[in-house]
């Protein structure tokens, strides 16, 4: 059994065979006040859990030796381990990520990556880790996008929503710090393979827009001209 966790310290494992992209992350990572630990491989990633607990796991996928989805198998099915995990990797097809997903994966990051943003996703796993449940609400603004009821209320007024809507909302709010290109969202929203139109989610976001200048004159959606959407700061 490893180290036991201190609540006063949160340690993050990080397993990327990159050594140069292994240093940013360690270096970001402990300026934002992480205790980190580096794994070069699957197997070496896996000494240090027998060796100390960790709050969360950053993993990539394309590992030497024990692959990224092997370290994940044995994680979850033979060590029972609930540890969040995000996976970071090259691979951005739909596809992919629901694989991740069905075989244990917390969160998705696509390289290249942002460091600020996954920093954010990190502390809100482990903020959701040591609550002992998901989060159910999340605020942004006067906005709160409820996950149990599916529903998002301004100023306590339920927005009427499409699923679609509804789903390009919760993405956002979810990735605050995130901007998600127009394949990202339809894809992620509609769980499609995108074909490179465009207009539908320019569509959605308008309504999404106007449903909630009808309650707040806020702006809650910019347009990150060339590239796609994301939340107002």
């Known amino acids: ?9 949160k340690r993050i494992l990080i397993v990327e065979d990159d050594e140069h ?12 006040g992480f205790q980190c630990t580096r794994a070069y491989s699957g197997s070496e990633g896996m000494l240090n859990l027998a060796e100390q607990e960790y709050h969360l796991i950053v993993l990539d996928l394309m590992l030497p030796g024990l692959s990224g989805e092997g370290f994940m198998h044995r994680l979850r099915e033979e060590l029972k381990s609930r540890i969040p995990v995000i996976v970071l990797s090259a691979k951005d097809q739909l596809d992919h990520k629901l694989d991740l997903f069905t075989l244990g994966a917390d969160d998705y990051v696509t390289k290249p990556f942002e460091l600020e943003e996954l920093i954010a996703r990190i502390h809100v796993h482990i903020q959701r880790t040591a609550a002992g449940e998901p989060v159910k609400e999340f605020r942004h603004k006067n906005l ?3 996950c149990t009821a599916y529903s998002v209320r301004i100023h306590g007024s339920v927005l009427a929503l499409t699923r679609q809507e509804y789903r390009i909302v919760e993405l956002l ?14 894809e992620l929203a509609w769980e499609e393979i995108y074909l490179g139109e465009d207009k539908t989610i320019t569509v959605h976001v308008s309504n999404i827009r106007n449903k909630i200048k009808t309650h707040d004159s806020e702006a809650y959606i910019d347009t990150v001209w060339g590239i796609g959407f994301r939340l107002s700061p």
């Open 21 to 32: 992209i292994n240093a940013i992350l360690h270096d970001g990572l402990t300026a934002a």
């Open 173 to 186: 709010v979810r990735n605050p710090s995130r901007v998600f290109t127009k394949q990202d969202l339809y």
């Open 1 to 9: 059994m490893g180290i036991p966790l201190n609540s006063n310290s």
């Open 144 to 146: 709160v996008l409820d």
